[in-house]
């Protein structure tokens, strides 16, 4: 049976390279990782949780004004049915929140980036949300100084690459199937991120699942608490395929959980919009993929169009 052995991040700051093996190696095998013991708080979650959950039970029409088509759903709100799984018909059975990075007026990635906008209705919303942002961003930058390391590089390799990345929190809500679902329609059909890393703060019903190289799907089933952590497509690229974007999906509930709405936090860690995507040298040899050279921006949107979140 397969299945992925927690890493404690408290032996980050005890045994850097040791932590770093660890990562690297459950990321090779698999292209996930379950990180226990961050820093994150509780409060801090608990907060994020309450103001996702009072955000997907406002009426459908204040929902709706917070959603922008035009940008691709890459801030604010999407509704149900606006995304799908690349090279897949159906839509997905779910809806989210986008909240980005905050930029000074004198950026020069506000050209690329909008901003985040406040939602008025819900107390607290921006904060608490922002907050979790913060958090996610800052272990993040922490892991991949681990990834770094694995690959023989410079602990801070990645800073410069991603300190205005276009990084995004997901508040993502799968409403209760009151009625059987259409054929081929799941709540997250099987794919792969776009982005370098994403960190998903464990989901409040099952149902995650990763397809191992084995060809055999894997539950991710981590503890209350803990941070998911898999590679995204942007990584895959730079370390042509050492580190691999594995397929993964949200199958739908049984039948005995099927009323239940299911809520989830996956941050997507995202390059700075200019930084160029190419392999290491040192990685060709073994990953054996040399993708063409490309910019972040340029291949998110590209991806953007494949999922149907953006028109071309």
């Given at each position: 049976?397969?299945?992925?052995d927690p890493?404690?991040?408290?032996?980050?700051?005890?045994?850097?390279f040791?932590?770093s093996?660890?990562?690297?190696k459950?990321?090779?095998?698999?292209?996930?990782?379950?990180?226990?013991?961050h820093?994150i708080?509780?409060?801090?979650i608990?907060?994020?949780d309450i103001?996702?959950?009072?955000?997907?039970?406002?009426?459908q029409?204040i929902?709706q004004?917070?959603?922008?088509?035009?940008?691709?759903?890459?801030?604010g709100?999407?509704?149900?049915g606006?995304?799908?799984?690349?090279?897949?018909?159906?839509?997905?059975?779910?809806?989210?929140?986008h909240t980005?990075r905050?930029?000074?007026?004198?950026?020069?990635y506000?050209?690329?980036m909008k901003?985040?906008?406040?939602v008025?209705?819900i107390?607290?919303?921006?904060?608490?949300?922002?907050?979790?942002y913060?958090?996610?961003?800052?272990?993040?930058?922490?892991?991949?100084?681990?990834?770094?390391?694995?690959?023989?590089?410079?602990?801070?390799?990645?800073?410069?690459?991603?300190?205005?990345?276009?990084?995004?929190?997901?508040?993502?809500?799968y409403p209760?199937?009151?009625?059987?679902?259409?054929n081929?329609?799941?709540?997250?059909?099987?794919?792969e991120d776009?982005n370098?890393i994403?960190?998903l703060?464990?989901?409040s019903?099952s149902?995650?699942?990763?397809k191992?190289?084995s060809g055999?799907?894997i539950?991710?089933?981590a503890?209350?608490?803990?941070?998911?952590?898999n590679?995204?497509?942007?990584?895959q690229?730079?370390?042509s395929?050492v580190?691999?974007?594995?397929?993964?999906?949200?199958?739908?509930p049984?039948?005995?959980?099927?009323?239940?709405?299911?809520?989830?936090?996956?941050?997507?860690?995202?390059l700075n919009?200019?930084?160029?995507?190419?392999?290491?040298?040192?990685?060709l040899?073994?990953?054996?993929?040399a993708?063409?050279?490309?910019?972040?921006?340029?291949f998110?949107?590209?991806?953007?169009?494949?999922i149907?979140?953006?028109?071309r």
């Amino acid at each position: 049976m397969i299945k992925l052995d927690p890493i404690d991040y408290q032996l980050w700051s005890i045994d850097k390279f040791s932590f770093s093996e660890l990562l690297g190696k459950s990321f090779k095998e698999t292209g996930f990782a379950i990180i226990e013991n961050h820093r994150i708080s509780e409060k801090i979650i608990r907060n994020a949780d309450i103001s996702s959950e009072a955000f997907f039970s406002l009426p459908q029409n204040i929902k709706q004004k917070y959603s922008d088509p035009e940008d691709g759903f890459q801030r604010g709100y999407s509704p149900v049915g606006t995304e799908n799984a690349k090279n897949k018909k159906e839509a997905d059975l779910k809806e989210f929140w986008h909240t980005g990075r905050k930029l000074l007026p004198s950026s020069k990635y506000n050209a690329t980036m909008k901003q985040t906008p406040c939602v008025d209705e819900i107390k607290d919303f921006d904060q608490n949300i922002s907050k979790l942002y913060e958090e996610f961003d800052e272990l993040g930058n922490e892991l991949l100084k681990a990834i770094a390391l694995y690959l023989d590089l410079n602990e801070g390799w990645f800073q410069d690459k991603v300190n205005y990345g276009n990084s995004i929190l997901r508040l993502l809500h799968y409403p209760p199937q009151v009625a059987p679902p259409l054929n081929g329609s799941v709540r997250a059909g099987a794919h792969e991120d776009i982005n370098l890393i994403t960190l998903l703060l464990g989901a409040s019903e099952s149902g995650l699942q990763v397809k191992h190289r084995s060809g055999n799907w894997i539950d991710i089933n981590a503890k209350q608490g803990a941070v998911v952590v898999n590679v995204g497509d942007m990584l895959q690229r730079i370390t042509s395929g050492v580190l691999p974007s594995t397929t993964h999906r949200v199958i739908n509930p049984k039948p005995s959980r099927a009323m239940f709405p299911r809520y989830s936090k996956p941050f997507f860690l995202h390059l700075n919009n200019d930084t160029i995507i190419e392999p290491l040298k040192s990685c060709l040899k073994e990953g054996d993929i040399a993708e063409p050279a490309i910019t972040a921006q340029e291949f998110l949107t590209q991806r953007l169009v494949e999922i149907g979140l953006k028109n071309r």
